[in-house]
């Protein structure tokens, strides 16, 4: 199936901006492809004010959420990676939920061909009988 991340992230948008909220997006700004203004980046995250009123030309597809917004007076094209989000919650109550990094979201390549640290490990040997019986 495909992830599910984008369905939620679109959703959970909806719902913010239909209570009136104001949609906080909080991002991996080290993420592969994010494009945001490195100003305002913190530990590596940056956390982004979505309302329909602060960005323009919003797009949340399935792999991208795109749209342009102010920094400082300043215009900026963000480009987000939908994997590289890492929660949305409505700034007044903090309502949403955080997204945790699933086993497709791994960036880090990995060689199929190479054992894993499980198959290096000696085998078990079986279990002996308990010596332990059911008296009734």
Known sequence: MTPNRPYLLRAFYEWIVD???TPYLVVDAEYPETRVPQQFVQNG???LNLAPSAVAQM???NEVISCSARFGGHPFALHVPVRAVLAIYAKENGAGTVFTLDEDD???HEDPTEPTPTENLPKKESKKQSHLRVIK
């Open 19 to 21: 209570n009136d909220c």
């Open 45 to 47: 995250q940056i956390v």
């Open 59 to 61: 797009q949340m597809g």
């Open 106 to 108: 791994d960036f880090t």
